[in-house]
């Protein structure tokens, strides 16, 4: 437990951090609406084949404190909007060398099925008024929701993996490190289009890799139109981690599922209340069914209640054979995956003119330092597997590396000798 004096050091340390920050967003408030300069055709057909699809990784620290996250002082709507702005920055990113990402407003509404007029509203009670500093306002709904994932600490201790692939604790850990608002003409009559620039913070970046809870997108959303998507991660988050232990079920009380599906406990007697949990669940029976093989719902009673009431709800599922197989399949897809797109930003940096596709990429590999290629190979390798000393068979990590350079050299290999494909599907 930290002392007075370190509780006092470290809440100043956070004050200057934050002054530094409010000052950086002033600056480049000042300074004008940035560039987009990143190179959209090429970078987005990775994104299409690498994050367009249904199943996404989630960030664990937000998973199991999705009850818990810094935005109780918004409204309903905003903390929405918050939660699902957290999904979509949790698909695979593609920046550019700086690690700079473009968030279109439009996409973003059509991903999370969201009103873009409305996501453009002012929202009532913007994070931005707590810093009178700050030159320029986040407050519509969108805004707010960036602003406090780069102002507001997602959780108070921010679990991560360090080098080794030992587990750690970080303060003062927030979602983004950096915002910035931008226009870009898109016709000769002069009409703008708003969109937002962004640089994930590196932690919450390399979770998504090696620490992290499987969510469907497409689940979500159904799941969200009932205001039950904090529901949805909890359980999802449960389900993920209980799968590699003997436990195949989860018990929620009265209390959490109010909070988890957004029901109202104001004047409303505790029958009525369970009256609308059921209704919800139901709603959401088939989803989950489809996610969750073998998914139950049965309510019993707790082991210190007396009375008739059941008020626990127990949810089981069925235990999955070969886990171990498909979590290994599933990082070696998320290893390629990450590994082409270094290979991506090194060739950007040292071509920023120069236009790109896989063929150009290729031949552009071929022709790189053999450490760099064998030591990208090893570095993903770590962040992915989370393994200081990674073995295949009787071959170390290192001499892999070799082995997928020397593969590169071969005069008639190909690109999908060394990412295959199917990891792009």
Known sequence: ???????????????????????????????????????????????????????????????F????????????????????????????QVGDLFGVNVLDPKRFAE????????????????????????????????????FILAFRPLVAEFKTTNEKGEKIGLKGINVLDEI??????????????????????????????NY??????????????????????????????????????????LEQLTNLLSISTKNTETKHQKQNIKTKLEKMRTYL?????????EWIKGDNQTGKEKNIL??????????????????????????KMEYIKKFIEENPNSSLNDDMLFNWLKKQDKGFIVNTYVKTNHQVFCLSEEKIGNTTLNNYAHDFYNILLREDSVLEDIIPGKYFL
């Open 65 to 92: 404190n999705i009850s818990g996250l810094p935005i109780n002082d918004q409204d309903e709507h905003s903390q929405k909007v918050v939660r699902a702005l957290l999904v979509y920055l949790s698909e695979i």
């Open 289 to 297: 069914e489809k996610e969750i093989c073998g998914f139950t719902m």
């Open 111 to 146: 991903k999370m099925n969201f009103n873009l007029d409305y996501l453009n509203k002012k929202c009532p009670n913007p994070a931005c008024n707590a810093y009178p500093n700050l030159e320029r306002r986040y407050d519509t709904y969108l805004e707010n929701a960036l």
């Open 180 to 209: 910035y608002f931008g226009e870009d003409r898109i016709n000769l009559k002069g009409k703008k289009k708003k969109y937002y620039k962004y640089k994930l913070n590196e932690f919450f970046e390399k979770n998504l890799s």
């Open 314 to 339: 127990k949810i089981s599922w069925d235990k999955i054979e070969n886990l171990p197989t498909i979590r290994k399949n599933d990082k070696v897809r998320i290893f390629y995956q990450t590994l």
């Open 1 to 63: 437990m930290e002392s007075v004096k370190e509780l006092k050091e470290r809440i100043q340390e956070l004050e200057n951090e934050i002054s530094k920050k409010i000052e950086k967003q002033n600056q480049a408030h000042r300074e004008g609406n940035p560039s987009l300069d990143i190179k959209n055709e090429y970078l987005n057909r990775q994104q299409q084949e690498t994050k367009e699809q249904e199943i996404i990784r989630f960030e664990k620290n937000a998973a």
């Open 212 to 253: 992290y809870t499987k969510l469907e997108i497409n689940t979500y959303n159904k799941i969200s139109k009932h205001n039950a998507d904090k529901f949805y991660i909890a359980l999802k988050d449960i389900y993920t981690h209980k799968l590699s232990t003997p436990t195949s079920c989860w018990h929620f009380s």
